[in-house]
């Protein structure tokens, strides 16, 4: 199926970005205003939402591994506990900062309320490139950041997960820090763990199947059979590869790869499963491009050639700020389904919108992560582990749900699927607040 190609609206002030790149919390706030404009909520409310219920800022002091001393600084922002804990993601990342880290905790409100989950949005990290740490080094690091935050985490009150730069292997080690500390093993803390520790199966899978599933749902609703279905898909790391994986699985052709230094495309499709991800080979989409020839078929190109491609369905899910005010207008895809966090600007998405192009947003499409979480979480209470094939099915349960209740609302509201997925989020946050009232 080929894509349809669009005029360019001609006025585009009231899209217009400034040069500097837009930070997640500018764009979640604007977001938040847009989606109030909508719905009738309650102003105290809705001023309560654009603020953090609280920013805790540490020190971080590191032993490096030749003796010296090297002090890092860590966040945790924890936005809305109106629905239950906070949730979400540590990050280590030199590019981690206060309001980035607020920004993403008012995202990870909304995506646990449109998949109606019984917590609220929280997000830290620690300004540090994690690839100039040894073994060891990330170890102490993140020891000694969860003594730091040992008063505001805890399985009742606020609980990270794996972020950008963090892994299965860093909340094993956060865990055990606060376990220690605690004087009895408390899996509950962190979810994203190994298995063998408490960790669910299937919850590092969990966003690129998520995407799957909500790019299956949207192509059937669209009149996309997935077997005339192509796929571009920026960012080969974890939610990228499984996402593709599925898809092509599923029938898809998947034409296009990508990984930080660019990818390849081949109208004819590519064997994603024989392409390793960037978790379990770094950088290995590179290594495939750097062996082609002109005589191959597949060619190379780069990531932002990537996003323009004329494809029927484009998963950016690499970073942040890829789609903007600049390139939106050369977005040649249909359908968007948001794998990364936040990689469409405000004014971009106000362009995509006006073009027709369905953007399916993150606080659906990638929300498996923190749905398996809230699994993870359970079975850690319970002290049950569930098997993989019930975490699959659990997800898809959960994600078709949550997919079903945002396509009833945009048929209602005749709006995006962004509005509409902020309209049913903000709806329950909004409705717990004013049951629950403020306090004193």
């Known amino acids: 199926m080929s894509s349809q190609k669009r005029s360019s609206p001609s006025n585009r002030e009231a899209t217009a970005e400034s040069s500097d790149p837009e930070t997640a919390l500018e764009t979640a706030r604007r977001q938040l205003d847009r989606a109030a404009a909508r719905l009738d909520v309650d102003d105290t409310v809705l001023e309560r939402l654009r603020h953090p219920a609280s920013v805790h800022e540490v020190t971080v002091p590191l032993e490096r591994d030749d003796g010296s001393v090297e002090v890092f600084t860590g966040y945790r922002a924890q936005h809305d506990s109106v629905r239950g804990p906070f949730k979400g993601g540590l990050r280590y990342h030199p590019d981690v900062t206060r309001d980035e880290?607020?920004?993403?905790?008012?995202?990870?409100?909304?995506?646990?309320?449109?998949?109606?989950?019984?917590?609220?949005?929280?997000?830290?990290?620690?300004v540090v490139d994690p690839k100039r740490l040894s073994d060891d080094e990330t170890e102490r690091l993140t020891r000694r950041f969860a003594q730091e935050l040992r008063d505001v985490i805890g399985p009742k009150t606020d609980i990270p997960a794996p972020d950008m730069g963090t892994d299965p292997q860093t909340m094993a080690w956060l865990?055990?820090?606060?376990?220690?500390?605690?004087?009895?093993?408390?899996?509950?803390?962190?979810?994203g763990k190994p298995p063998v520790i408490g960790g669910s199966y299937g919850r590092e899978e969990a966003p690129g199947r998520s995407v799957a599933i909500v790019t299956r749902e949207t192509c059937e609703y669209y009149d996309y059979p997935l077997s005339e279905t192509t796929v571009a898909v920026q960012g080969f790391g974890s939610v990228g590869a499984n996402a593709a994986r599925l898809l092509a699985d599923w029938g898809a052709t998947v034409v296009a790869v990508s990984d930080v230094n660019g990818g390849v495309y081949d109208p004819d499709g590519i064997d994603v499963a024989a392409i390793p991800s960037h978790d379990e080979e770094p950088e290995a989409v590179t290594r495939f491009a750097a062996g082609l020839t002109e005589d191959d078929s597949p060619r190379r190109l780069s990531n932002e050639e990537l996003l323009e491609l004329d494809v029927d369905v484009l998963v950016p899910a690499a970073i942040g700020n890829v789609i903007t005010a600049d390139n939106a207008d050369a977005i040649a895809a249909d359908i968007v389904v948001e794998g990364a966090n936040g990689p469409t600007t405000f004014a971009a998405d106000t362009i995509l919108e006006e073009r027709g192009i369905h953007v399916i947003p993150d606080i659906l499409a990638n929300a498996g992560g923190v749905t398996v979480s809230y699994f993870e979480w359970l079975q850690d209470i319970n002290r049950r582990a569930w098997a993989l094939e019930r975490v699959n099915e659990e997800l898809e349960s959960e994600m078709v749900r949550a997919w079903t209740a945002l396509k009833d609302e945009v048929e209602r509201a005749d709006v995006s699927w962004r509005d509409a997925a902020y309209a049913v989020a903000l709806e329950r946050v909004a409705e717990a607040h004013e049951a629950r009232g403020l306090w004193p």
């Open 175 to 191: 865990m055990d820090a606060y376990s220690m500390q605690e004087g009895e093993t408390i899996p509950g803390v962190v979810t």
């Open 101 to 126: 880290c607020v920004g993403l905790s008012m995202w990870m409100t909304w995506k646990c309320a449109v998949m109606d989950l019984p917590f609220g949005g929280a997000k830290g990290g620690i």
